[in-house]
């Protein structure tokens, strides 16, 4: 742990003066040669900060045959919203969920906020999605992703962990219950 404090690390500067025109985000996102490979993904990403970071990442997966819904944090800033809203705005394939919600790293909220992306991106053609937070990083290729969720075949890869009793909502009222109901 000593050694990881010790090493100096990047640090996210963002630019003062980025284009934020709709050719020079089409520009910066589609010019990477990304082929298809005719295996739609959807990829939802909860986001609330380093615009240029999420863009980067945006690019490094971007394939017209995709769909990429942003799920913005309650907390991110009046500037950030609208660069992601640009993205989605210039770019056919991307697109906001409806919702905003306040998450954290714990995970609260993030099923919330990723199901609204699925929601948001239910009407294209894809053929599995990936969940992401801000600043995880794919670190696979489109041609790699692919390879890896057809021999899924469907499966779905997900990490599983007991709830800890303190996250546990323990209070109840009877009208909540509405045992008429039941």
């Not at 660069?83 to 697109?95: D, H």
């Amino acid at each position: 742990f000593s050694y990881a404090k010790s090493l100096d690390r990047v640090k996210l500067v963002p630019s003062t003066n980025l284009n934020m025109d709709c050719s020079a985000i089409r520009s910066r996102v589609t010019s990477r040669q990304n082929p298809s490979y005719q295996f739609p993904i959807s990829f939802a990403k909860i986001v609330h900060r380093d615009y240029e970071f999420i863009e980067e990442q945006l690019a490094v997966n971007y394939a017209e045959e995709h769909t990429f819904c942003f799920s913005i944090d309650k907390k991110a800033p009046f500037s950030f919203r609208r660069q992601i809203s640009a993205l989605s705005v210039c770019l056919p394939n991307v697109f906001l969920s409806d919702q905003e919600y306040e998450s954290d790293s714990a995970g609260h909220f993030h099923s919330h906020a990723l199901l609204d992306c699925m929601n948001v991106s239910r009407q294209h053609n894809w053929t599995t999605s990936c969940f992401c937070s801000n600043h995880d990083i794919i670190i696979k290729s489109n041609w790699e992703l692919a390879e890896i969720f057809k021999a899924l075949n469907g499966s779905n890869d997900a990490e599983m962990a007991k709830c800890p009793h303190a996250a546990w909502d323990t209070r109840c009222e009877i009208s909540e219950m509405n045992l008429g109901k039941l």
